[in-house]
């Protein structure tokens, strides 16, 4: 219902916070922390039809919370090593793991037992996406490949070598059926169905740690030195960018960004920061086309430069 979120970090523990609170900026925005894992925290995800939370940390333990009783009431052993990223099948009770064992593996949540191992990649699976018909599962790996995967067969049905870094992050768009890969060298745009690629999101000069796409069809990515840029989903137009402060107290290095989120109505942003700050991003809602025009000249310019990807 839009009214908390929840976070985790490398201090063990997640966080639920009240949206509304802290977007206001009032006192008692933190609801409830969570303890139960002895490293690190990579990935969350929260179900959407039931009650249920997941967790998957640097412990190699990924969890299952009932938030109805904040209790652990579920574990998934398997991994070998830490656990890197985690996502929800929109549609099937299925949990989907990735980590530094080199493969993905897919839970069934009821009876916490492993469906299949989706293994081809050499190196840390690091992201992962989920969709409702084929490729159900698309993984990115250190490895600089994304996998498309066909669930029912467990089997690859397409391997995308564009990259030259190791890819960070993906997020697929609520609007049309392709996906975004963000790492160090670029940003690109994929479709779903056969892993075409369509377009390349160039300007920051950072590694990509995270990325997130809403319903009005922006896009936005983070990097690992603070960079928070904003872009038209289907031009690769860059309408905005801006860098993230570091707190005070701080050092300038730890500006950078590590999460990144939007809201269910798409006008809030929840970024978290290296400096462990959490900060929410609210839409300019006085801004127009005379306030902020587009740089006509240089987006030409752009777009009839040879470029290689």
């Not at 219902?1 to 949206?19: H, S, V």
């Not at 509304?20 to 900026?25: D, I, P």
């Not at 969709?131 to 066909?150: F, Y």
């Not at 809201?263 to 290296?274: I, N, P, Y």
Request: aromatic share 8%.
């Amino acid at each position: 219902n839009n009214e908390w979120f929840a976070t985790g970090a490398a201090d063990r523990t997640i966080k639920i916070w009240d949206l509304a609170k802290c977007a206001a900026g009032a006192e008692g925005g933190l609801k409830l922390t969570l303890t139960g894992h002895i490293n690190a925290i990579r990935g969350l995800a929260v179900s959407p039809r039931t009650t249920y939370m997941f967790s998957g940390g640097e412990d190699k333990k990924v969890m299952c919370w009932d938030l109805e009783t904040n209790k652990v009431v579920r574990h998934y052993h398997g991994h070998l090593s830490g656990v890197y990223a985690l996502c929800l099948h929109p549609t099937l009770d299925l949990l989907i793991t990735g980590g530094r064992d080199s493969c993905a593996r897919v839970w069934d949540v009821r009876t916490a037992k492993q469906v299949c191992m989706l293994g081809g990649h050499v190196s840390t699976v690091g992201a992962l996406a989920a969709n409702a018909v084929d490729p159900q599962v698309v993984t990115g790996s250190h490895d600089c490949t994304i996998r498309l995967w066909d669930l029912a067969a467990g089997k690859t049905m397409a391997t995308l070598t564009h990259h030259k870094k190791a890819i960070r992050d993906l997020a697929t768009a609520p609007f049309e059926r392709s996906f975004v890969s963000a790492a160090a060298d670029n940003l690109k745009r994929w479709q779903t169905k056969d892993g075409t690629f369509l377009h390349n999101y160039a300007g920051h000069n950072a590694i990509l740690n995270a990325v997130a796409v809403n319903q009005d069809e922006v896009l936005v990515s983070g990097g690992d030195d603070g960079s928070l840029r904003f872009w038209d989903y289907k031009t690769g137009y860059n309408f905005q960018h801006t860098t993230a402060a570091a707190q005070p107290g701080s050092l300038e290095c730890e500006a950078g960004i590590l999460a990144a989120a939007f809201d269910h109505s798409g006008s809030r942003l929840v970024t978290c920061e290296v400096d462990k700050s959490i900060k929410i991003w609210k839409e300019d809602t006085s801004a127009d086309p005379e306030t902020h025009p587009i740089d006509m000249a240089a987006w030409t310019k752009y777009c009839r430069s040879l470029k290689r990807y």
